[in-house]
């Protein structure tokens, strides 16, 4: 599954971002857009990455 969402948390700042999720892992985190998003976030979301 990928994620997108206009802010991801990543290395202590928000920003946008697509994150590919298999199972309960995330396997990569990808530049926003640069594959088609299963589930994508407005800008009134955050998608918290840690």
């Known amino acids: 599954?990928?994620?997108q969402g206009n802010k991801v948390f990543i290395s202590g700042q928000f920003m946008?971002?697509?994150i590919v999720?298999?199972?309960l892992k995330v396997r990569e985190i990808l530049p926003y857009?640069?594959?088609r998003a299963?589930?994508?976030f407005g800008k009134?979301?955050?998608v918290a990455f840690v």
Do not use: F, T
């Open 21 to 23: 999720i298999d199972g």
């Open 38 to 40: 299963d589930v994508l």
């Open 33 to 35: 857009d640069a594959k």
């Open 16 to 18: 946008r971002a697509q």
């Open 44 to 46: 009134s979301y955050a």
């Open 1 to 3: 599954m990928i994620i």
